[in-house]
């Protein structure tokens, strides 16, 4: 059975850090690129932030450039989203996905459309 388990998510105040993880079983995570999106009440959902299978590539939205930083762990089937400096605009779900990496590009890693698998989400929220 496929499952991808965000956790990590809470309350933080501005400037407050938070790591989310996302873990996986279910599939070869290895060959598997992992995208994190958010998505508040108000907006569509959004890519965050991405790496690829080999860890070789990674991605961030200009948003977040400079205070979030994902990373992963094949070994745990686990990936991280380091998120330091937090803002109250950052205050949103934050969901994981996985996608199998034939050598995708940005325009795939990007678009939500095409993952794969999807985690339930863990809640983020940024407030003094």
Request: charged share 15%.
């Amino acid at each position: 059975q496929v499952q991808l388990v965000e956790s990590g998510g809470g309350l933080v105040q501005p400037g407050g850090s938070l790591r989310l993880s996302c873990a996986a079983s279910g599939f070869p995570f290895e060959y598997y690129a992992i995208g994190w999106f958010r998505q508040d009440p108000w907006s569509e959902r959004e890519a965050v932030s991405y790496i690829t299978s080999s860890a070789g590539t990674t991605y961030y939205a200009d948003s977040v450039k400079g205070r979030f930083t994902i990373s992963r762990d094949n070994a745990k089937n686990t990936v991280y989203l380091q998120m330091n400096s937090l803002k109250p605009e950052d205050t949103a779900v934050y969901y994981c996905a996985a996608l199998l990496d034939y050598g995708l590009g940005p325009t795939e890693l990007l678009n939500r459309h095409v993952y794969d698998y999807w985690g339930q989400g863990t809640q983020v929220t940024v407030s003094s």
